[in-house]
């Protein structure tokens, strides 16, 4: 575990409180087995942040990390039907609801999300 990445991502995030310091504080709380704390403040933070699409894919990554297939599926999802979502997000998406069917054991869900990932282009 690294307690010094997570003071650092803290301390970052509390100085910028900029969608990447925000990023950096996760992914440190991440690494230091601590994805649950990660999770609650992403969601916190998605209520009041510009950067959604960034937000979604990171708690869906999470999410699934943690094997919570509910709420990697309603992530991914509100990913997905998110307005105005780049491509690479939508993909990412297909490509976590393609996982999460396989666990479930729905092989023919899991190819047709891994088509509609391989479909999609940059944007």
Known sequence: HFPWA????????????????LLLFVSALRASGLPL???DLLQKQM?????VLE??????ALQLEIKDLGGATQTAERLLNTPGAANKYRRQAHLRLATIE?????????????ERAGELRDN
Do not use: F
């Open 37 to 39: 704390i990660a999770i």
């Open 102 to 114: 396989e666990e479930k054991g729905n092989k023919n869900q899991a190819t047709w999300h891994r």
């Open 55 to 60: 937000l979604l894919d990171l708690l869906s």
């Open 6 to 21: 997570v003071e650092v991502g803290h301390a970052a995030y509390l100085r910028e409180g900029t969608s990447e310091s």
């Open 47 to 51: 209520e009041s942040n510009s950067d």
